[in-house]
């Protein structure tokens, strides 16, 4: 509400991003086979870009790393229904995330005028670039795409050991492969990494465990 009272005191537009509720669950419960072409076509204009995004470097981790445990928790409280499908699960929330960036790639594009737009949505849309964010860079190239999560926890970030303990992990890394060592010695070594987000915001001071350590003297 405070942001709706902001954008009216201010003559602000708002624009509805978020994909039908009816159309998420076709594909939720039915899959992407089970939605119809006019609503396939009023969220995805780029369809071969869509397609090809799932092999972005690090979006198969990131799909096991954060949509899957969404998944698990979707289904646990029994929100998936009697028989929760993955691969149906996965398919809505990549309709989702890119339903939500084609609306809004539309929108700074029409009218040919420059154009800043805040987008509001959940944190796991905007961490490590696969989500919305990603999306939107593909959609809108000729726009500076800034992903900025705000008030995140150690959960956000995929820290290992129990909050409010944990320092905030600040890239997830990606197609990790076992590899020898000149010595013989077997170690994990990963292909890259993806940064967490562009900018971290704090409605107060984090408290200093959440700061990593190496960072803890900057500044």
Not at 92 to 118: H, P
Not at 125 to 135: P, T
Not at 165 to 175: R, W
Request: with cysteine; charged share 20%; aromatic share 10%.
């Amino acid at each position: 509400m405070p942001v709706f009272r902001l954008a009216r005191a201010q003559g602000l537009r708002l624009v509805a991003l978020n994909v039908n509720s009816a159309a998420m669950e076709k594909v939720r419960f039915g899959g992407f086979e089970n939605l119809p072409q006019e609503d396939r076509d009023e969220y995805v204009d780029d369809k071969k870009g869509f397609i090809a995004f799932s092999q972005t470097p690090g979006f198969v981790d990131y799909v096991q790393k954060v949509v899957m445990p969404s998944y698990d928790f979707h289904a646990r409280m029994g929100l998936l229904g009697a028989n929760p499908s993955q691969a149906n699960f996965y398919s809505s929330r990549i309709l989702w995330d890119e339903g939500m960036s084609n609306i809004a790639a539309r929108f700074l594009q029409q009218g040919g005028e420059k154009k800043l737009m805040v987008i509001m949505e959940g944190a796991d849309h905007v961490k490590f670039g696969m989500g919305s964010v990603g999306r939107m860079k593909r959609l809108a190239p000729t726009f500076q795409v800034v992903s900025v999560l705000l008030n995140p926890t150690p959960v956000d970030t995929l820290a290992k050991t129990p909050e409010p303990s944990a320092p905030l992990v600040l890239e997830m890394t990606f197609g990790e492969q076992k590899v020898q060592t000149a010595d013989g010695a077997a170690k994990t070594k990963p292909k890259g990494a993806l940064c967490l987000a562009d900018y971290l915001w704090f409605t107060s001071p984090p408290s200093t465990s959440l700061i990593p350590p190496a960072l803890r003297s900057v500044g």
